[in-house]
Antibody, heavy 122, light 110 residues
Framework: QLQLQESGPGLVKPSETLSLTCTVS??????????WGWIRQPPGKGLEWIGS???????YYNPSLKNRVTISIDTSKNHFSLRLSSVTAADTALYFC??????????????WGKGTTVTVSS | QSVLTQPPSASGTPGQRVTISCSGS????????VSWYQQLPGTAPKLLIY???QRPSGVPDRFSGSKSGTSASLAISGLQSEDEADYYC???????????FGGGTRLTVL
């Protein structure tokens, strides 16, 4: 069964760039049926979609974060990555990577990573 | 402020039926299908309902979903203590060209 695992620094300084990677195991990231995305959850708050990427490299970003977000994909390593620049304390959150199934019909986020906590602090 | 609107809390006693609402607009729920996610304490969200009313394999039939116009609902019948969790609705938004979520509903089993 396909699994997702987030990895990256747990602490980032203000104004610096947050970088996370999601490794896909027991499945191929080049499967044309799926998109791959990032979701975050600030402490005690709800879920926020950050952006999504297709194996071809096509991306969709949350308009509220678009100027600071880059999502990339490395099909040779079967992983995709998130970069969020100029971070502030408001970017402190639990970050999840997800698989998005049925994007054109029956869209859903059907596989989630366990999440990784990122704290922005000096 | 979330694009989709959910009540912040809901509650019920074991065996009861509870419903959680999710209100949107013509650019999201009115046009696209709704999915629901269950987040147990300290864990990642899990897909509970997709395409308004479809259950993934392994989700008990006590959970059901519906959609009408720009609103959707999640119903849980035969409430159990292990259903105590946060529940989120989500839909694709054609105006934002991205996913939008509800603010989440914390379900308490009394």
């Amino acid at each position: 069964q396909l699994q997702l695992q987030e990895s990256g620094p747990g602490l980032v300084k203000p104004s610096e760039t947050l970088s996370l990677t999601c490794t896909v195991s027991d499945g191929s990231i080049t499967n044309s049926t799926y998109y791959w995305g990032w979701i975050r959850q600030p402490p005690g708050k709800g879920l926020e979609w950050i952006g999504s990427i297709y194996y071809s490299g096509a991306t969709y970003y949350n308009p509220s974060l678009k100027n600071r977000v880059t999502i990339s994909i490395d099909t040779s390593k079967n992983h995709f990555s998130l970069r969020l620049s100029s971070v502030t304390a408001a970017d402190t959150a639990l970050y999840f990577c997800v698989r998005e199934a049925g994007v054109t019909i029956h869209p859903r986020m059907d596989v989630w990573g366990k999440g990784t906590t990122v704290t922005v602090s000096s | 402020q979330s694009v989709l609107t959910q009540p912040p809390s809901a509650s019920g006693t074991p065996g009861q039926r509870v419903t959680i609402s999710c209100s949107g607009s013509s650019s999201n729920i009115g046009t696209n299908t709704v999915s629901w996610y269950q987040q147990l304490p300290g864990t990642a969200p899990k897909l509970l309902i997709y395409t308004n009313n479809q259950r993934p394999s392994g989700v008990p039939d006590r959970f059901s979903g519906s959609k009408s116009g720009t609103s959707a609902s999640l119903a849980i019948s035969g409430l159990q203590s292990e259903d105590e969790a946060d529940y989120y609705c989500a839909a694709w938004d054609d105006s934002l060209n991205g996913w939008v979520f509800g603010g989440g509903t914390r379900l308490t089993v009394l």
